[in-house]
């Protein structure tokens, strides 16, 4: 059964939305080969609308290895209000997520993965369909914007690794418990 892997950018702060106004400064050469290496034992990316809206006019012009392996990869978008999708290898999913991913992740050998810990990643990991769920935490204060702590269905936890970059950034990865 394939792993969904949810990765987000956050500051010290917990805000999570609008990581390119702050977190440009951290996404190093190391960020983009660790980044990298899950996208190549990925074979898709989950997304909402939001996400899309904002991925798809930023990303759809591949330079480099990390940008033309997402180009490449299949990408599902979860919205009932998209009809059409213009991003390569892109297909909307109108209906309930939950469902649609306990599908998706019985099917294909590579990972799913999701940027962002947006609506729908909160709510495949309340429904226990995230295997993994990374918060890089980037050493900056934003002092507002879209916070990661929300509320929402208790959900239990185990830390599974910290793992520290040269530049201070923490990713904190873990796993239902």
Same mark, same amino acid.
């Given at each position: 059964?394939?792993?969904?892997?949810?990765?987000?950018?956050?500051?010290?702060?917990?805000?999570?939305?609008?990581?390119?106004?702050?977190?440009?400064?951290?996404?190093?050469?190391?960020?983009?080969?660790?980044?990298?290496?899950?996208l190549?034992?990925?074979?898709?990316?989950?997304m909402g609308?939001?996400?899309y809206?904002y991925?798809a006019?930023?990303?759809?012009?591949? #330079? !480099?290895?990390? /940008?033309? %392996?997402?180009n490449?990869?299949?990408?599902?978008?979860?919205? &009932?209000?998209?009809?059409?999708?213009d991003?390569?290898?892109?297909m909307?999913?109108p209906g309930?997520?939950?469902?649609?991913?306990?599908?998706?992740?019985?099917?294909?050998?590579?990972?799913?993965?999701?940027?962002g810990?947006?609506?729908l990643?909160?709510?495949?990991?309340?429904?226990?369909?995230?295997d993994?769920?990374?918060?890089?935490?980037?050493p900056?204060m934003?002092? #507002? !914007?879209?916070? /990661?702590? %929300?509320?929402?269905?208790?959900?239990?936890?185990?830390?599974? &690794?910290?793992?520290?970059?040269?530049?201070g950034?923490?990713?904190?990865?873990?796993?239902n418990?």
């Amino acid at each position: 059964m394939r792993k969904l892997i949810v990765s987000s950018l956050v500051s010290l702060d917990g805000i999570y939305g609008d990581p390119q106004s702050w977190a440009g400064d951290y996404f190093d050469e190391q960020a983009a080969a660790q980044s990298l290496a899950v996208l190549l034992d990925s074979d898709a990316m989950l997304m909402g609308r939001n996400t899309y809206e904002y991925f798809a006019p930023a990303w759809s012009s591949p #330079s !480099g290895p990390y /940008l033309e %392996r997402i180009n490449e990869m299949r990408k599902y978008v979860f919205s &009932s209000s998209l009809t059409a999708a213009d991003w390569n290898n892109t297909m909307i999913i109108p209906g309930d997520p939950v469902a649609a991913v306990r599908e998706l992740k019985e099917q294909g050998d590579g990972h799913l993965v999701i940027y962002g810990y947006g609506q729908l990643a909160q709510s495949l990991l309340e429904h226990g369909l995230v295997d993994q769920l990374n918060f890089v935490v980037n050493p900056v204060m934003v002092g #507002s !914007g879209t916070t /990661l702590f %929300r509320p929402g269905k208790r959900t239990n936890l185990r830390l599974v &690794s910290v793992t520290e970059r040269r530049n201070g950034v923490v990713t904190l990865s873990y796993a239902n418990a």
